[in-house]
T-cell receptor, first 109, second 115 residues
Framework: GQNIDQPTEMTATEGAIVQINCTYQ??????LFWYQQHAGEAPTFLSY??LDGLEEKGRFSSFLSRSKGYSYLLLKELQMKDSASYLC??????????WGAGTKLIIKP | DTAVSQTPKYLVTQMGNDKSIKCEQN?????MYWYKQDSKKFLKIMFS???????INETVPNRFSPKSPDKAHLNLHINSLELGDSAVYFC??????????????FGPGTRLTVT
């Protein structure tokens, strides 16, 4: 079967750095997406990785290792507004997105 | 200016009723989706349409029927509502599907409560 694993919840301090991991086992691979979802709101796109390596976008970076079936989202200089759920999603060989359950990130002052 | 809109935002109804949720996107995208997000926040794809044609039809009860009158609209009709249908339903759209994966833009969601 297809599986996406992420930690359920993480806590970090304002101004710090946090890394959210995602491991996947899917039927084929056509890219990995990270989305942010604030409570009661819709998911919004953060990043897309299809090749191995690090993609940097401001305070957020996303890393992919296809051989290990592994990705992480790195958030720097954490702000209170970064408190949200972070969803990892993998596009399989049928170009269908398989979603993880999300990681709830709690930022403390 | 809303990119992907859904109506209604909240829907409270009784078991056995039939209801519809409407979705419209003004992004000029070719592909639209319906997702269900349950209380555990797990997003599950239900349907996907590309240029008005059904391309993904996951294992959902046939009480759920999508309708795409044109590329900009994808409505969801639900017959004989059950308690387990209570969830947040998200509509989404993307520019492409298939060999050119693109990000999905989500609507604000419809919170359905069946009593």
């Amino acid at each position: 079967g297809q599986n996406i694993d992420q930690p359920t919840e993480m806590t970090a301090t304002e101004g710090a750095i946090v890394q959210i991991n995602c491991t996947y086992q899917t039927s084929g691979f056509n890219g990995l997406f990270w989305y942010q979802q604030h409570a009661g709101e819709a998911p919004t796109f953060l990043s897309y990785n299809v090749l191995d390596g690090l993609e940097e976008k401001g305070r957020f970076s996303s890393f992919l290792s296809r051989s290990k079936g592994y990705s992480y989202l790195l958030l720097k200089e954490l702000q209170m507004k970064d408190s949200a759920s972070y969803l990892c999603a993998v596009m399989d060989s049928n170009y269908q997105l398989i979603w993880g359950a999300g990681t709830k990130l709690i930022i403390k002052p | 200016d809303t990119a992907v809109s859904q109506t209604p935002k909240y829907l409270v109804t009784q078991m056995g009723n039939d209801k519809s949720i409407k979705c419209e996107q003004n992004l000029g995208h070719d592909t639209m989706y319906w997702y269900k997000q349950d209380s555990k926040k797990f997003l599950k794809i239900m349907f996907s349409y590309n240029n008005k044609e059904l391309i993904i039809n996951e294992t959902v009860p046939n009480r759920f029927s999508p309708k795409s009158p044109d590329k900009a609209h994808l409505n969801l009709h639900i017959n004989s509502l059950e308690l387990g249908d209570s969830a947040v339903y998200f509509c989404a759209s993307s520019q492409d599907w298939g060999e050119r994966p693109s990000e999905q833009y989500f609507g604000p969601g419809t919170r359905l409560t069946v009593t």
